[in-house]
């Protein structure tokens, strides 16, 4: 996926409000800038990092610059803006860099699945295939994890996979890493324990738990790096 304008580089002066950051340019001009991303961020907002943001060309909209990237202190490169996890993951389906979901002609999106909406419906294969994408920022040595923030909704995403299961078709959750120095990927039981036993559950009743970690330059990004899910144990995540 490639970004739609070019990339301005900036520095983080602070994330506030959910949704804002203030950025100061190279040329020192300070100015406040949308962010595209619900959860706390943590470990990709701090104060002083290098991020770059985009002119989304929208001269009505108040904050017309978008968060992108965050470049951590060791050089990785995060990205942010969680309204691109569902495109990465749609665009890594259909060019076969998914092969657990190849075989399925037709995608659908934003299907109901029983009191809830999950990202995909892949058709046409053996069995139906609901996938529901996570977003994933959050990393420490080497180990993604999700949620970054305490999630319910995410807990009840599986619960519908797992049902979804028993009922006959197949269900995913597929972890979409934006950033570059995972090498597995866990939930994050000492953030939210509810989502690691959530998980759990679904994984112990079919569903199948993936991990695909991006390519992050400054034109796009490519999820194209399959990495392990270990759901392990409370016990142990924590």
Not at 23 to 50: A, K, L, Q, Y
Not at 98 to 113: D, K, N, Q, S
Not at 153 to 175: F, T
């Amino acid at each position: 996926m490639e970004f739609e304008t070019p990339l301005e580089e900036g520095i983080l002066l602070q994330r506030y409000k959910r949704f804002l950051a203030d950025v100061r340019r190279p040329d020192g001009e300070e100015f406040t800038i949308h962010t595209p991303n619900t959860g706390s961020m943590r470990g990709c907002s701090e104060p002083g990092s290098r991020i770059w943001f985009r002119d989304a060309g929208n001269p009505r909209r108040r904050y017309r610059h978008t968060w992108e990237i965050t470049e951590t202190p060791e050089g990785a490169r995060i990205g942010v803006n969680t309204s691109r996890s569902n495109a990465l993951v749609r665009e890594a389906i259909e060019t076969g860099r998914v092969p657990e979901l190849a075989g399925y002609p037709v995608i659908r999106p934003e299907v109901p699945l029983g009191e809830s909406r999950i990202d995909f419906a892949l058709e046409g294969g053996e069995r139906p295939c609901f996938v529901e994408v996570k977003n994933v920022t959050l990393a420490e040595a080497g180990v993604a994890s999700f949620p970054d923030a305490v999630s319910k909704r995410g807990s009840r995403h599986l619960d519908e996979l797992a049902r979804a299961v028993a009922d006959g078709a197949r269900g995913v959750i597929l972890y979409c890493i934006q950033r570059e120095d995972a090498e597995s990927m866990r939930p994050a039981d000492d953030i939210d324990p509810a989502y690691g036993e959530a998980l759990r559950r679904a994984v112990a009743g079919g569903v199948e738990a993936l991990a695909l970690r991006a390519s992050i330059t400054l034109e796009g990004i490519t999820l194209d790096t399959p990495v392990p899910v270990h759901a392990g144990t409370a016990g142990e995540a924590a």
